[in-house]
Protein backbone atom coordinates (compact mmCIF):
# COMPACT_ATOMS: atom_id res chain seq x y z
CA UNK A 1 0.00 0.00 0.00
CA UNK A 2 1.46 3.51 -0.87
CA UNK A 3 1.97 5.58 2.35
CA UNK A 4 1.05 8.69 0.38
CA UNK A 5 -2.21 8.38 -1.19
CA UNK A 6 -5.07 9.66 0.32
CA UNK A 7 -6.89 6.64 2.27
CA UNK A 8 -6.55 7.86 5.47
CA UNK A 9 -8.79 7.91 8.83
CA UNK A 10 -8.78 8.94 12.31
CA UNK A 11 -9.96 5.89 14.41
CA UNK A 12 -10.65 6.45 18.17
CA UNK A 13 -11.44 4.20 20.67
CA UNK A 14 -12.21 5.18 23.99
CA UNK A 15 -13.33 2.73 27.39
CA UNK A 16 -12.69 2.10 30.41
CA UNK A 17 -8.91 0.02 30.85
CA UNK A 18 -8.22 -3.24 30.40
CA UNK A 19 -5.22 -5.41 29.20
CA UNK A 20 -4.82 -6.15 25.83
CA UNK A 21 -6.74 -3.44 23.70
CA UNK A 22 -4.06 -1.57 21.62
CA UNK A 23 -3.10 -5.97 20.50
CA UNK A 24 -6.68 -6.64 19.85
CA UNK A 25 -7.88 -3.43 18.07
CA UNK A 26 -4.43 -3.37 16.08
CA UNK A 27 -4.69 -7.28 15.48
CA UNK A 28 -8.07 -6.58 13.69
CA UNK A 29 -6.59 -3.43 11.87
CA UNK A 30 -3.50 -5.58 10.33
CA UNK A 31 -6.10 -8.72 9.32
CA UNK A 32 -7.98 -6.36 7.57
CA UNK A 33 -5.21 -5.39 5.70
CA UNK A 34 -4.90 -1.64 7.47
CA UNK A 35 -1.28 0.34 7.70
CA UNK A 36 -1.11 2.76 11.01
CA UNK A 37 0.68 5.99 10.80
CA UNK A 38 0.86 8.00 13.68
CA UNK A 39 -0.49 6.84 17.18
CA UNK A 40 -1.37 8.77 20.44
CA UNK A 41 -2.04 6.90 23.42
CA UNK A 42 -2.91 7.66 27.11
CA UNK A 43 -5.22 6.48 30.34
CA UNK A 44 -7.09 9.41 31.51
CA UNK A 45 -8.65 8.67 35.26
CA UNK A 46 -8.85 4.85 34.99
CA UNK A 47 -10.18 4.99 31.12
CA UNK A 48 -7.68 4.31 27.65
CA UNK A 49 -8.02 6.59 24.74
CA UNK A 50 -6.34 5.82 21.40
CA UNK A 51 -6.31 7.65 18.49
CA UNK A 52 -4.63 6.17 15.47
CA UNK A 53 -4.20 7.48 11.94
CA UNK A 54 -5.14 3.79 9.60
CA UNK A 55 -4.03 3.80 6.23
CA UNK A 56 -7.53 1.85 4.39
CA UNK A 57 -8.55 1.36 1.03
CA UNK A 58 -12.38 1.67 1.78
CA UNK A 59 -14.31 3.98 3.29
CA UNK A 60 -15.28 5.13 6.63
CA UNK A 61 -18.24 2.57 6.85
CA UNK A 62 -16.26 -0.47 6.21
CA UNK A 63 -13.08 0.97 8.59
CA UNK A 64 -15.74 0.80 10.98
CA UNK A 65 -17.51 -2.36 10.66
CA UNK A 66 -13.63 -4.19 10.58
CA UNK A 67 -13.05 -3.30 14.07
CA UNK A 68 -16.14 -2.76 15.71
CA UNK A 69 -16.87 -6.45 16.73
CA UNK A 70 -13.27 -5.94 18.59
CA UNK A 71 -14.50 -2.61 20.43
CA UNK A 72 -17.88 -3.79 21.21
CA UNK A 73 -16.18 -7.01 22.85
CA UNK A 74 -14.35 -4.62 24.78
CA UNK A 75 -17.28 -2.00 25.96
CA UNK A 76 -15.21 0.59 23.38
CA UNK A 77 -16.55 3.54 22.17
CA UNK A 78 -15.43 3.99 18.00
CA UNK A 79 -15.12 6.97 16.00
CA UNK A 80 -14.07 6.51 12.49
CA UNK A 81 -13.09 9.73 10.22
CA UNK A 82 -11.79 10.44 7.06
CA UNK A 83 -8.66 12.54 7.61
CA UNK A 84 -5.66 14.01 5.01
CA UNK A 85 -2.35 11.76 5.52
CA UNK A 86 0.13 14.34 6.08
CA UNK A 87 2.85 12.09 7.80
CA UNK A 88 6.80 13.22 7.66
CA UNK A 89 5.91 16.60 9.20
CA UNK A 90 7.09 15.77 12.45
CA UNK A 91 7.85 19.19 14.30
CA UNK A 92 10.14 19.35 17.25
CA UNK A 93 8.85 21.55 20.44
CA UNK A 94 11.54 24.02 21.68
CA UNK A 95 10.08 24.82 24.55
CA UNK A 96 8.74 22.67 27.81
CA UNK A 97 6.53 24.37 29.99
CA UNK A 98 5.29 23.01 33.44
CA UNK A 99 2.28 24.77 35.23
CA UNK A 100 1.07 23.85 39.36
CA UNK A 101 -1.86 25.56 40.98
CA UNK A 102 -4.64 24.50 42.54
CA UNK A 103 -7.31 23.13 40.70
CA UNK A 104 -10.03 24.87 39.83
CA UNK A 105 -12.15 25.54 36.69
CA UNK A 106 -10.97 27.67 34.44
CA UNK A 107 -7.05 27.36 34.81
CA UNK A 108 -6.20 25.24 31.57
CA UNK A 109 -8.14 28.50 29.71
CA UNK A 110 -6.17 31.11 31.27
CA UNK A 111 -2.78 29.39 31.42
CA UNK A 112 -2.76 28.47 27.81
CA UNK A 113 -4.43 31.61 26.57
CA UNK A 114 -1.52 33.76 28.14
CA UNK A 115 0.85 31.15 26.16
CA UNK A 116 -0.67 31.47 22.85
CA UNK A 117 -0.94 35.24 22.93
CA UNK A 118 2.59 35.32 23.29
CA UNK A 119 3.25 33.13 20.52
CA UNK A 120 3.58 29.10 21.63
CA UNK A 121 2.22 26.76 19.65
CA UNK A 122 1.07 23.51 21.76
CA UNK A 123 2.46 20.42 20.05
CA UNK A 124 1.84 18.16 23.29
CA UNK A 125 -0.05 18.84 26.61
CA UNK A 126 -0.68 16.44 29.05
CA UNK A 127 -2.23 17.16 32.67
CA UNK A 128 -3.22 15.00 35.66
CA UNK A 129 -4.99 16.07 39.41
CA UNK A 130 -3.23 15.53 41.92
CA UNK A 131 -2.94 16.12 46.10
CA UNK A 132 -6.03 14.97 47.87
CA UNK A 133 -9.90 15.53 47.10
CA UNK A 134 -9.78 18.77 49.82
CA UNK A 135 -6.79 19.99 48.46
CA UNK A 136 -6.72 18.94 44.57
CA UNK A 137 -3.79 19.79 42.87
CA UNK A 138 -3.42 21.01 39.02
CA UNK A 139 -0.32 19.31 36.90
CA UNK A 140 0.00 20.72 33.48
CA UNK A 141 3.03 19.42 30.89
CA UNK A 142 3.12 20.96 27.82
CA UNK A 143 5.78 21.01 25.07
CA UNK A 144 5.90 23.15 22.16
CA UNK A 145 7.19 26.19 19.90
CA UNK A 146 8.38 29.03 20.86
CA UNK A 147 6.88 31.37 18.06
CA UNK A 148 8.06 34.56 19.26
CA UNK A 149 11.11 33.16 21.09
CA UNK A 150 11.59 31.92 24.75
CA UNK A 151 12.00 35.93 26.59
CA UNK A 152 7.92 36.45 25.14
CA UNK A 153 6.99 33.07 27.00
CA UNK A 154 8.93 33.67 30.00
CA UNK A 155 7.00 37.45 30.20
CA UNK A 156 3.81 36.22 29.47
CA UNK A 157 3.78 33.51 32.26
CA UNK A 158 4.80 36.28 35.22
CA UNK A 159 1.38 37.56 35.33
CA UNK A 160 0.46 34.04 36.38
CA UNK A 161 2.57 34.15 39.65
CA UNK A 162 0.60 35.89 41.87
CA UNK A 163 -2.35 33.94 41.19
CA UNK A 164 -1.72 31.21 42.82
CA UNK A 165 -0.32 29.73 39.62
CA UNK A 166 3.66 27.81 39.26
CA UNK A 167 5.05 27.99 35.50
CA UNK A 168 8.45 26.67 34.63
CA UNK A 169 10.02 26.74 31.40
CA UNK A 170 12.76 25.36 29.92
CA UNK A 171 14.21 25.53 26.49
CA UNK A 172 14.51 21.99 24.78
CA UNK A 173 17.63 22.31 22.80
CA UNK A 174 17.53 19.35 20.45
CA UNK A 175 20.33 18.31 17.83
CA UNK A 176 19.06 16.47 14.60
CA UNK A 177 22.09 14.75 12.12
Known amino acids: ?45 GNFTVMLMVQHDGDTASL ?8 ESLGLKLHV ?10 QEPDVRIAVFGADRAGIVAQVTG ?3 EAGL ?23 GRALEGIPALESAVAVLDGKGIQVHLEPIDIMIG
Open 81 to 90: DKIAGDLYHH
Open 121 to 143: DILDLQSNVAGSVDKPIYIMQIE
Open 1 to 45: MNRLTNHWFMLTVVGKDRPGIVARVTAALYEGGCNLGEASMTRLG
Open 64 to 71: TRLVATVT
Open 114 to 116: VLA
